[in-house]
């Protein structure tokens, strides 16, 4: 048996390959930095949505469309009340998404990927006193899940940068929430029911909660002298450092250099604070000198979170809804596998080793 499903395959795809030798990422052909370079989210969701559903589109047509699934689904997140609100955002996005109708249709998957945009959004808002912004659908998918948030116009730089995080998270191989999809769809329970079961994956601290915990540790340490001692003292206690290391990934996650790449504008332009950068920028020389020494037959390196939790913040987003912020991104790729599971696959059915005890004789 494999602890973990470590190196086990547990599926054929055409949707994206994931090298943690090379640190690689394929996305339907594409590289991961020609990706981030040439396409907006549009393009990429309509790419890996492509001959998966039964209808065919463009990034235009898809755009449009999403823009009306935005508006669809907007009027079901009055159904916040005040106690669904006292709940994290990730968990009041997951009670709205479980009012959509189930279904296998394409109409289904379209209000799938407009509500986490839609959702997010109006719950932090909601969180803080405020009434929900309904969409704009002239607007890209990127521009206005800034300006439901804010009700201001983001600028070209915000908008740029959170499209390249749409685009850099879209999909990731047979991860934790990807696989918890495909299980789902392969018991031809519906679409709905497959991004339920990813999203409630996708919230652990090992996989999409962790650039919450990012933005904490960066405020512990505090300043950048600060970085090798506080690092020192948490690998002692033996925490681990979230925002390192990862199952496949033997090198640098690509990911995470998209996104340090997607912050420098922002920066550069004068609308963050680079203090945030230079810490972040101690900390990942600390940890990886500490990591590197204390664990040398395992190499750990940066993974996609830690410049998630940068550039989440550096755009307004609370930490706290940096995970429902992965799960807007990520639902194009749930649904992508989910539906080759359906047509392709087969019900995901494994087998347990029994090490308890047996009966014993009469
Ligand atoms: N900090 C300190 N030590 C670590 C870290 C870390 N971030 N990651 C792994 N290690 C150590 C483990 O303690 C373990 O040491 P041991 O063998 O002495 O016990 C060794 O490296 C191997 O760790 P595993 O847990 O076996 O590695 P696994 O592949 O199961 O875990 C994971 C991958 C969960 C991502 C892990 O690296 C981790 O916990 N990272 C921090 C959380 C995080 O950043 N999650 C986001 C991942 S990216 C994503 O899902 C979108």
């Not at 799938?112 to 009434?131: Q, S």
């Amino acid at each position: 048996m494999k602890n973990g499903l470590e190196d086990v395959i547990a599926a054929e795809t055409q949707l994206s390959d994931v090298d943690g030798e090379a640190g690689r990422l394929i996305i339907r052909g594409v590289s991961l930095d020609h990706l981030v370079r040439d396409s907006s989210y549009e393009a990429v969701a309509a790419l890996l949505l492509d001959g998966l559903v039964e209808r065919s589109f463009d990034e235009a047509l898809l755009r449009e469309w999403l823009a009306s699934a935005r508006i669809r689904v907007f009027n079901h997140a009055a159904a916040a009340d005040a106690a669904l609100l006292a709940l994290p955002p990730v968990d009041v996005m997951r009670a709205l998404i479980a009012r959509l109708p189930d279904g296998d249709d394409f109409d289904t998957a379209l209000s799938l990927l407009a509500a986490p945009a839609v959702f997010l959004p109006a719950v932090l808002r909601l969180r803080r006193g405020e009434d929900p912004i309904a969409p704009d659908p002239s607007l890209s998918h990127a521009a206005d899940i800034l300006r439901m948030l804010t009700g201001e116009k983001p600028t070209l730089e915000q908008v740029a940068a959170l499209d390249t995080y749409l685009v850099t998270i879209s999909d990731h191989g047979l991860n934790a929430s990807t696989f918890a999809s495909r299980v789902i769809a392969s018991t031809k329970a519906g679409l709905t029911s497959s991004v339920l079961a990813a999203l409630s994956a996708l919230k652990g601290p090992l996989h999409g909660g962790a650039p919450g915990p990012v933005l904490d540790m960066l405020d512990a340490v505090g300043t950048p002298e600060n970085a090798d001692g506080w690092i020192r003292d948490a690998l002692d206690r033996g925490e681990r450092l979230m925002g390192f290391g990862h199952r496949i990934y033997r090198v640098r996650d690509p990911r995470a250099d998209a996104l340090k790449g997607a912050l420098a504008p922002l920066i550069a332009s004068g609308q963050v604070n680079g203090a945030r950068g230079a810490l972040a920028e101690a900390v990942e020389t600390a940890v990886l000198a500490a990591l590197t020494t204390r664990k040398p037959d395992r190499p750990l390196d940066v993974n996609v979170e830690f410049y998630t939790a940068l550039l989440l913040e550096a755009l307004g987003f609370p930490r706290e809804a940096f995970t429902g912020v992965f799960a807007i991104g990520r639902t194009v790729g749930w649904l992508a596998h989910a539906r080759e599971q359906a047509l392709e696959g087969r019900l995901i059915r494994p087998r347990s080793v029994y090490i308890g005890p047996l009966p014993t004789a009469a």
